[in-house]
Structures are given as structure tokens and as C-alpha cells.
């Protein structure tokens, strides 16, 4: 198949359609409305379903009763919508239901501005909601990767019966940049535990996430964390760019990784030994790249949108062996490649970091 000019949220939409979503819920808000868009567009030709629900808390409830028959749903937002969804979040971890939703990040706190940000990271890695749960957090740094990991977050979904997301900020979104949206594998996950109708012949599946009795309710979270365990221990995703030599290592993912790699080709013209480690997964976060990189480097460099949300995550990786520095902007601004040269090279000057 070549390859097609087309904008991160259109790449993400089509993926998800080749991943076979047939049924989409939504409510438009910048800088993700083209999800929606380009889902109302496709989906009726296909005999799929969009539907623009009355709001995001009733999006995600629809997405809850779909993924309850065991059909692949979806839905998108952005910062200020990935909120109104959180109770809904926790409900689909309750059941153990497989979705996917995708929060294409805009600045705040509250309604804030409509240019890209990272600062829902927090958010997305501590759970998204009440309880105790996690979801998969998957952070692409090029169109290609908007379209490859939904369906991967679809996959991962359905083979863990949990909510994947992706998390991109604005900037993927929007970028336009040719990709190959390759078709997907038959779904070959089990399903059995769905709510398909009986036709009497076995017994009825109920999904619900009340548990009253608190020792089954414990049991149950324990199962989980279980599960969780076997993710971090499999399903961890990492660039590692330039880090064979490297003594001085930037830590960046979505278009603050792309922004970094400008700044590490040119310190590294200057002769300083400065490599990446990109998470792809930020959760499960990438400890062992982290730690490896511990191994040989003396310092580390955080570049991020936002006002250092990630930091604490390299901080434990690592056990705070390391100093890590930050470069950051945030309010919807991108740091360029010269700030974060700049840092860099403060950094190989003076011997370290920033704690």
C-alpha cells in the first residue's frame, strides 16, 4: 500500500476503522474535532456508527455498552472532555472492558487554550479516575505512529480487557505527513465473557463493576494489578536513539521528541556524548531504558510540555541515581530546538543537573 498525505486525527480515525471500530462516539472539541469529523464521514458508509453524543459523560457510557457486547468502540477528546470522562474511565475498569480513548491534549488547567500540551499526564498515568486501575497509555510522535498505535492500543484492549489510550498533544493531531494504514488481523481475542444473548444454550454474562462484598472486591483488584504486573513486564514500549555512548541523556515523548532530536544531532556535533530515551508507553513507564541508561550516563534531561509532570517517573526509574534537569514550556507552547540545545549544553558544562 503507498503512502497518503493525511493530518495525525484522520490517520488515527482510518487506523481505527482498518482495526475494526464500527462504532464511534464523540463530541467535538479542538484540536481532535477532525476524529469526529472524518468518523461521521466514514462510518455510514461502512455500516458502522457514529453518533455525536449529548455530552463526553455520555460518550463514554455508550463506548461502556458497546465494549460490553464485545465489539471494538471508541472515543476522542480533549483535555477539558478526557475530565468529563473520568467516572466513566473507572467504570470500564471495573468491568474489565477493552476500549480505546483518545485525548488529543490542549493547555489548561480548566478550559485553558487550544494549542497542544502535554500537561494530561498525570492524568492519564495515575488512572483517569476513582480507584484503584490503570490504563495503557500510548504516546505517538509522528502521524505513522497516530495511525499504528491505535490499533495497537485496540490490540493491547482487547487481549488485557482494559481501556487503552492514546495521548497525544495537539501538534499530532494536526500535523499533516504521508502514512501507510495498513488492514488489520482478524479479531482473534477471546470474547466469551461478553453480553451477546445466550439463545439459552449457556449461562448469562453479566458486567457490571459492583462488588459489595469487599473480600471479592479485593480479589479483584488484586487479579488486576496482577495482570498489570504482566504488562509492565511485556508490553513496555521505548525509542532509545543515540544512547550507546552517551553521557547525558534527554528524556522526551510526542513532539517534544521530535523537537529534542534537532537539539542532541547539533550537541552532538559540539562533541557532547547526549543520546534519547522516547517512552511510547507511558504507562507502563519504560524503567529499564531508564535504568540502563543510568548505567552510563551522568545526567538526565526532561523535555516536556508542560511543567515537568514526568520527571518524578524518571526520578524512579532510575532511584534517583541521577541528577534530572528540565526543559519545558507550557500554556501551549513548544519549546524550540535551541532551548532545549541550550540546556543541554549547560548541562555538559557545569557537570550535571538540576535536582
Known sequence: MSKV?????????????????????????????????????????????????????????????????GLRAMTSSSSPGISLKSEGLSYLAGADLPALV???????PGLGGIQPSQSDYYQATRGAGHGDFHMIVLAPAS????????????????????????????????MMEPVEIRESAPNQYDKSWAVTGTDMKRKHNIVNSLSLDPYE????NFERYERYRKIEETETMAEEYLMDDAEICVAAFGIAARVAK????????????????????????????????????????????????MVDDIRLAIECSRPVALCNRA???????EEVYKRIMEIAQNGGADK
Open 217 to 220: 472486591l479485593e480479589t479483584f
Open 5 to 69: 498525505l493525511m493530518k495525525g486525527n484522520e490517520a488515527l480515525a482510518e487506523a481505527a476503522i482498518k482495526a475494526g471500530c464500527r462504532h464511534y462516539f464523540g463530541y467535538p472539541i479542538t484540536p481532535q474535532t477532525e476524529v469526529a469529523a472524518y468518523m461521521a464521514k466514514r462510518m455510514p458508509k461502512i455500516g458502522g456508527v457514529f453518533l455525536q453524543a449529548e455530552s463526553e459523560i455520555a460518550a463514554i457510557n455508550m463506548v461502556y455498552g458497546v465494549a460490553s457486547a
Open 102 to 108: 483518545v485525548n488529543v491534549q490542549r493547555g489548561g
Open 143 to 174: 502521524v505513522q505512529e497516530m495511525a499504528d498505535l491505535t490499533m495497537k492500543g485496540f490490540d493491547l484492549a482487547d487481549k488485557y480487557r482494559m481501556t487503552s489510550m492514546i495521548l497525544a498533544d495537539g501538534t499530532m493531531g494536526q
Open 331 to 337: 500554556g501551549g507552547i513548544i519549546p524550540s530546538s
Open 262 to 309: 534537532n537539539a542532541i544531532v547539533e550537541a552532538r556535533r559540539q562533541g557532547v556524548k547526549v543520546g534519547m530515551v522516547r517512552p511510547i508507553t507511558l504507562w507502563p513507564f519504560p524503567k529499564a531504558a531508564m535504568a540502563r541508561a543510568a548505567g552510563h550516563c551522568r545526567a538526565f534531561l526532561s523535555v516536556e510540555l508542560n511543567m515537568g509532570q
